[in-house]
């Protein structure tokens, strides 16, 4: 990607950000609590847990998700002092309009 396609790399960053909170576990915090020091996991990757799959819909729903959430933005922002992040907004959905249309999302 060039490095001057700015919304490019802002919308894929936002949405690689996005399935990456979406492939996290949920952490079962009382389980935690409860532990005392000396229970406590040790050790290199004592505490890491396994993502989660995502399928290819799931992420084509996040993906959509987020383009969708750009032109939201964009409509709603009507004056014309707005008219750079407006233009840059849709910029960005565009990018993500195009992943899907090719699907190439991994």
Do not use: F
């Amino acid at each position: 990607m060039r490095a001057r396609d700015k919304a490019a790399v802002s919308a894929l960053r936002a949405t690689l950000a996005a399935l990456d909170n979406a492939e996290a576990v949920p952490v079962d915090e009382a389980a935690l609590r409860g532990l005392a020091l000396e229970q406590s996991p040790v050790g290199a990757g004592a505490t890491e847990a396994a993502r989660r799959e995502l399928s290819e819909d799931s992420v084509a729903d996040i993906v959509r998700a987020e383009a969708t959430e750009r032109l939201e933005a964009a409509a709603r922002l009507t004056a014309p002092a707005h008219a750079d992040r407006v233009a840059r907004l849709r910029a960005e959905a565009a990018v993500l309009l195009r992943l899907l249309d090719g699907r190439t999302i991994p």
